[in-house]
């Protein structure tokens, strides 16, 4: 069983079109990072949420923890070209271990 | 923000070769590493976990026999593929997690990534 479901899988819109990004669990998670990856590097973080219901936004992009901190979503706004990629959320599972990750969205935005 | 280099950033080698890939943490001290491994058009699977002056810690069904993890200093884990055969071909990335500041909120700081081909 997946930890975190993101849904869409993939995502291909026109340039100036709103999207949203859906990740999603049965657990309850301290804190949850959102990763942006382009073709053959390594992720970049974009933000990390830590309280139930908090909302971040990064220029066009709306990040939200929900109150119960199982599920979160990310909103572009108005995307563009530039924003293509994978975008990946993440958990910790604390201490020492690792990130696991959400198996993605694929977003392409088409000029 | 902190730094983690990966070298090389590409290797092609024949089936039955090794390959050392090297991780380092250029602006701060990483106690803890972490490798991942990457198939097309997949997401990150965490392979090991490894930790300076001490033997690293594989994933269920990672073989730690094939793939050799050292962390012999703060700022440098290497991964060695050991006789690759062409179904290790992936994407390897490492990540770092600083001894402080980085470590609180479970933020950690990704290498650009190697991509292994064996032919």
């Known amino acids: 069983t997946q930890l975190l479901e993101q849904s869409p899988q993939f995502l291909s819109i026109q340039e100036g079109e709103n999207l949203t990004v859906y990740c999603n669990s049965s657990?309850?998670?301290?804190?949850l990072q959102w990763y942006r990856q382009e073709p053959g590097e390594g992720p970049v973080l974009l933000v990390t949420?830590?309280?139930?219901?908090e909302v971040k936004k990064l220029k066009r992009l709306t990040f939200q923890f929900g109150d119960a901190r199982k599920d979160s979503s990310l909103h572009i706004t108005a995307a563009q070209p530039g924003d293509t990629g994978l975008y990946l959320c993440a958990i910790s599972g604390g201490g020492a271990d690792g990130l696991t990750f959400g198996k993605g969205t694929h977003l392409i935005i088409q000029p | 923000g902190a730094v983690v280099s990966q070298h090389p950033s590409w290797v092609i080698c024949k089936s039955g070769t090794s390959v050392k890939i090297e991780c380092r943490s250029l602006d701060f001290q990483a106690t803890t590493m972490f490798w991942y491994r990457q198939f097309p058009k997949q997401s990150l699977m965490l392979m090991a976990t490894s930790n300076e002056g001490s033997k690293a810690t594989y994933e269920q069904g990672v073989e730690k026999d094939k793939f050799l993890i050292n962390h012999a200093s703060l700022t440098l884990s290497t991964l060695t593929v050991t006789s690759a055969h062409p179904e290790d071909s992936s994407f390897y990335i490492c990540?770092?997690?600083?001894?402080?500041?980085?470590?609180?909120?479970?933020?950690?700081?990704f290498g650009e990534g190697s991509r292994l081909t064996v032919l």
């Open positions: 657990s309850v998670f301290s804190s």
């Open positions: 990540s770092a997690r600083g001894t402080s500041g980085s470590a609180n909120t479970g933020e950690l700081f």
């Open positions: 949420v830590v309280t139930g219901g």
